[in-house]
């Protein structure tokens, strides 16, 4: 492991003093953007134009990804107060071992993230090399693509594994490509399509009813399910970057704009090429748009940004697992959390990407609604001793019951509301309130309840 | 912690009554003392002297300096949240959620 490993891993294990802050409000913005706009983005505006118009997508990505992220934007607080990374912050509400389960679901979980961006790197890239006429073995989506994000996952892994300084040279790459490739994109929506056009235009797979007219109903709370799972997702990834904050208030709208309304426009811009193409991948889109020289650039482009945000993930991943188990090389740490998001890199599971999404949206969003009460609860004031010492939230054998049971309560709750892989409400209410916000809220109420009973708080 | 312990069972349970008043209202009154000074930074996966050692420091450091201010609502390493930030917030937040209401209707 290299020294500047090292160092970051020691430094992830200390509180981050008020000297060592680097953070402010415009960092936070640049830095959130960079790490937002990617495959998850361009996936779930793509996902959403598949079954609203415009004029109903885009209030749909922009409030089901920024909605969420208001209801627990006070996550933001809870490390930058005391410089601990995010899952120290955990301990009070579920426990010191009730955490390590959070940091299990945490790391298991982004195997899809991981996968999702990998495959829209195989993607492009296997039209790439069709353009270029390519053999069919790397010019097919099967295994062509396959191939790809294998390769597109090996070379995310290596950057990160070569540590933070390539990691940031290849981001601050990244941040330009990403940047002119919307630009460049809207550019050709608005010129070449022209917007009255793409308003005018309807959804090609929204769900019917029996008479095969569009559900509305089920479609905006499918679409909006899926946004908010996005937007909940963020919930695992506030300490790593708000410990380094300089006021708690840059940790606190850098995180909620810069996740939120300002990332979404890639969303938003790829509902728009949904609509226009009939696919959840922009990057068919990029396909059409005609020239050879163009299409090679936006898929270029698209190739480096999805390589570099799996590079963004691997890297805090293999950090919150080596601080929690010290003892694991950092080359294992590096592969424990990435190699078995090979698993699952193919189209099925690319398809999928909105199941992937409502599982997430239960996730975290349960996760989140007992952050926000225990900050309802607690201010967020705490001994720091009792944080960092790992019997200082030790609770009933290392699990505060309250958040457990408020968990598994909304998770029941959500399940009920609606049943990801069967794709049915059992009690009917999905198509009027949703699932993610409302099991966010029977999270938080639970564990204000049950604090308040179990005297814990 | 354990120090409390020792302190009550030692001593309050097997000494005379003023023995046992005076070393519980001792202990009362510097419970937060005995805290700290007894319930040292314990993390079994973490085995690094050195790092436990400048873990225990900048604890110290916090406890000496910040702790008091934090738990009475004050600024932790870093200014607080104001609650301009949260109105702010919630403020754009709710014109969302209004246009996203709107747009739904028409």
Known sequence: MSKEVEKEVYFNLLPTKDKERVWGFWDFLAVQIC??????????????????????AIPTVIFGNQFPLFLMSILSVYSARYGAEQFYMTRPMFGSRGTDI??????????GWIAYASFLFGESA???????????IIASEVPGAIIWAFIATIIGMYIAYKGPTILKWFMRLSAIFLIAVLLGFIYYLIAVTGLEKIFALQPSAPYTLPNGEPD??????????????LGFSWAFWYGQYTRLAKTESAAYHGTLWGWGVLAATAGVFSALTALIVGSFDPTDWIVKLGTFETSLIGLLLMAIANITSVAALVYPLSITLRSRVPRIKWIWAVLIVSLPALLIENPTTFASYNIYLTYIALITGIYAGVLVGEYILTRGNYRIRDIYNYKGFWYTKGFNLAGCIAAIAATAFYLWTWDPVLQVSHNG?????????PSFFVAMILYIILSKIMKIR | MPGCYILLKGKVLFGNFSNKLRLTLYF??????????DN??????????ELLNELETRIKEFENHIQERVLKGGDGYVPRIKKRDLIIAAVINIIILVYYIFSLLI
């Open chain 1, 429 to 437: 209410l999905f198509d009027k309130i949703s699932a993610g916000i």
């Open chain 1, 216 to 229: 509305w109903p089920l479609n905006f709370a499918a679409a909006l399910e899926w946004n908010v799972g």
């Open chain 1, 35 to 56: 790490f937002g706009i990617a495959a998850w983005f361009f996936l779930v505006g793509g996902f959403t134009g598949l079954v609203l118009p415009a004029k109903w």
């Open chain 2, 40 to 49: 040292k930074i314990e993390i079994p996966y973490i085995k690094d002297p």
């Open chain 1, 102 to 111: 959070w940091i299990l679901i945490y790391i298991v979980s982004s195997y």
């Open chain 2, 28 to 37: 009362l009154k510097n419970i937060s003392f005995i805290m700290l000074n």
């Open chain 1, 126 to 136: 296997y039209k790439f090399a069709a353009m270029l006429k390519l053999p069919e």
